[in-house]
T-cell receptor
Framework: DAEITQSPRHKITETGRQVTLACHQT?????MFWYRQDLGHGLRLIHY???????NKGEVSDGYSVSRSNTEDLPLTLESAASSQTSVYFC???????????FGQGTRLTVV | RKEVEQDPGPFNVPEGATVAFNCTYS??????FFWYRQDCRKEPKLLMSVYSSGNEDGRFTAQLNRASQYISLLIRDSKLSDSATYLC???????????FGKGTTLSVSS
């Protein structure tokens, strides 16, 4: 069955370190997204991609970057981790149009 | 005005109750609308899409009012297993990115 997976599921890192969160989907979806979820804020869009070599900034993109070298993967990089980036990160993919988005199981990141 | 707004609740109801959630969105050009369900510490999952004509799936009914930019979800005969956070979701004008409301928390008790 097609799926979307995130790794790692949990990570603790130190302030200032570069961190990369992986997202891999086998749906062959063109559209992929990264969200962060924090208490009181809900799901906020960080970056998204409509296809290979395409990336776009979302609502809370500062301090994050993504790259899309193939259809299946959209890694999220925190250039220099900050305590404010402690959060739960969800990756999602979607075919487009009126179709639903499918979510990975999330990555819980703690920056100390 | 936030792009997607929901009453955060919590809504505390007994089993068997009927409960309704409302959601408003700011972009009149939005194309697609959904309700997602999220259980504690889990990923969001699609509950149902929302169509202009309204749609029903068992105990769940969704309505869309484009003129008022308003979406609703009605849950009849609530079950303990309905306890979760319900997220109102709107696709942007291009129909690509999904914008989430902060969610409404439902707690069903016996």
């Amino acid at each position: 069955d097609a799926e979307i997976t995130q790794s790692p599921r949990h990570k603790i890192t130190e302030t200032g370190r570069q961190v990369t969160l992986a997202c891999h989907q086998t749906w062959n979806h063109n559209n992929m997204f990264w969200y962060r979820q924090d208490l009181g804020h809900g799901l906020r869009l960080i970056h998204y991609s409509y296809g290979v070599q395409d990336t776009n900034k979302g609502e809370v993109s500062d301090g994050y970057s993504v790259s899309r070298s193939n259809t299946e993967d959209l890694p999220l990089t925190l250039e220099s981790a900050a305590s404010s980036q402690t959060s739960v990160y969800f990756c999602a993919s979607r075919a487009g149009g009126e179709t639903e988005a499918f979510f990975g199981q999330g990555t819980r990141l703690t920056v100390v | 005005r936030k792009e997607v707004e929901q009453d955060p609740g919590p809504f505390n109801v007994p089993e068997g109750a009927t409960v309704a959630f409302n959601c408003t969105y700011s972009n009149s050009a939005s194309q697609s609308f959904f309700w997602y369900r999220q259980d504690c510490r889990k990923e969001p999952k699609l509950l149902m899409s929302v169509y202009s004509s309204g749609n029903e799936d068992g105990r769940f009914t969704a309505q869309l009012n484009r003129a008022s930019q308003y979406i609703s979800l009605l849950i009849r005969d609530s079950k303990l297993s309905d306890s979760a956070t319900y997220l109102c979701v709107v696709a942007n004008q291009a129909g690509t990115a999904l914008i989430f409301g902060k969610g409404t928390t439902l707690s069903v008790s016996s």
